[in-house]
């Protein structure tokens, strides 16, 4: 006669769901709660309303815009700072050690650390909070990385509403930290009041890859890990730049792009950096940009939310997702062109919603 032994961990499983359902319930956090928690400054509080607008579900993001029309009046008193950079030009490392100084001035710091979307969780790829653990641990500070979910330009999409709960939460300094250089991330720029551009020392090749764009919106350029044997390189870069810069663009009265070497890792520059923010800030309050500038933000929000709900409007609509899967193999087969098929779309799209 064969006996069956059941493995000593399923014994220990079952076990485990026996109890589960005697366990105390999680209390639900009414948004008044939430709003409450985030305006006292509580960290677990702040994550739990991000992780809110976040969420994709229709009663969460229902949620989310109560708490967001809430917090909005205690929002804007902060200096919001878009930070790029080329891969492995020490972005972490720059926003561990610059934190931390303005956290030694008393200044309350956030990170919205943009990650790139794991293709199979749909996750962060690169969970900041482990390349900046001084930093993600300290009372003043809160460092969130979040997922870019698809969204072009290297922001997540509600990135917008995550820099006003932050600001709500009382946070002085908010820091967008973006996947990294491409032709869509000056999308970052449209969102924050100082752009800053991390760039490696030996300036001839990367100036070949920097987009026009790019520089564009940059309101510094800094060059970071000008230590040791790339302090020659280092300086030659920031003459490149500089050279660059006001061969590009034409001199202004109000703000011509610095450039700056730092080292982060050795806590070199990092200052000078601060101090040419804070310059640049004033500069920007005295002659009204700063308030046009927000203006400006807050209709670019507009035109973002609104594209996105309406694409998420019109893939939600299931007349138009049957005819997608038709088209898409008449596109693939060539029966149909692209630009064809997508009137064909718009059409389904418009007959359907008629009032």
Same mark, same amino acid.
């Given at each position: 006669m064969r006996q069956t032994l059941s493995p000593p961990q399923n014994k220990i499983q079952l076990t485990y769901i026996e109890m589960k359902p005697n366990l105390p319930k999680r209390r639900v956090i009414s948004v008044d709660d939430l709003a409450h928690g985030v305006r006292s400054g509580n960290r677990a509080s702040l994550g739990r309303a991000v992780t809110l607008i976040e969420s994709t579900n229709h009663s969460h993001q229902q949620q989310a815009q109560q708490l967001i029309q809430q917090l909005l009046p205690y929002t804007g008193n902060s200096i919001r700072i878009g930070l790029s950079g080329v891969p492995g030009v020490g972005k972490s490392t720059f926003i561990e050690a610059f934190g931390q100084n303005l956290l030694n001035e008393k200044k309350k710091v956030a990170v919205l650390a943009i990650d790139p979307t794991s293709q199979r969780t749909g996750g962060s790829i690169l969970g900041d909070k482990t390349r900046m653990q001084s930093l993600s641990i300290h009372a003043d500070a809160f460092v969130r990385p979040s997922p870019t979910s698809g969204t072009l330009g290297g922001v997540n999409r509600v990135t917008r509403e995550s820099i006003l709960l932050?600001?709500?939460?009382?946070?002085?300094?908010?820091?967008?930290?973006?996947?990294?250089?491409?032709?869509?991330?000056?999308?970052?720029?449209?969102?924050?009041?100082?752009?800053?551009?991390?760039?490696?020392?030996?300036?001839?090749?990367? #100036?070949?890859?920097?987009?026009?764009?790019?520089?564009?919106?940059?309101?510094?350029?800094?060059?970071?890990?000008?230590?040791?044997?790339?302090?020659?390189?280092?300086?030659?870069?920031?003459?490149?730049?500089?050279?660059?810069?006001?061969?590009?663009?034409?001199?202004?009265?109000?703000?011509?792009?610095?450039? #700056?070497?730092?080292?982060?890792?050795?806590?070199?520059?990092?200052?000078?950096?601060?101090?040419?923010?804070?310059?640049?800030?004033?500069?920007?309050?005295?002659?009204?940009?700063?308030?046009?500038?927000?203006?400006?933000?807050?209709?670019?929000?507009?035109?973002?939310?609104?594209?996105?709900?309406?694409?998420?409007?019109?893939?939600?609509?299931?007349?138009?997702?049957?005819?997608?899967?038709?088209?898409?193999?008449?596109?693939?087969?060539?029966?149909?062109?692209?630009?064809?098929?997508?009137?064909?779309l718009i059409n389904q799209y418009q007959q359907t919603n008629r009032f």
């Open positions: 932050c600001e709500a939460a009382g946070f002085d300094v908010i820091i967008v930290e973006t996947v990294g250089v491409g032709q869509s991330e000056t999308s970052v720029s449209t969102m924050v009041d100082f752009f800053l551009l991390l760039m490696l020392p030996g300036a001839g090749d990367d #100036l070949q890859g920097i987009k026009r764009g790019l520089m564009e919106v940059a309101d510094m350029i800094v060059i970071n890990k000008s230590d040791g044997d790339n302090l020659h390189k280092a300086q030659t870069a920031k003459n490149d730049y500089t050279h660059a810069i006001r061969t590009l663009f034409p001199p202004s009265d109000k703000w011509q792009p610095p450039v #700056l070497n730092c080292s982060a890792i050795l806590n070199q520059g990092l200052t000078e950096v601060w101090l040419s923010i804070l310059k640049h800030q004033q500069i920007a309050h005295d002659s009204g940009l700063f308030k046009e500038n927000r203006q400006q933000q807050s209709l670019d929000w507009l035109d973002s939310t609104l594209r996105h709900r309406l694409l998420s409007n019109f893939h939600s609509n299931k007349e138009v997702a049957d005819k997608l899967d038709q088209l898409r193999t008449q596109v693939i087969t060539g029966k149909v062109t692209p630009v064809v098929a997508s009137e064909i």
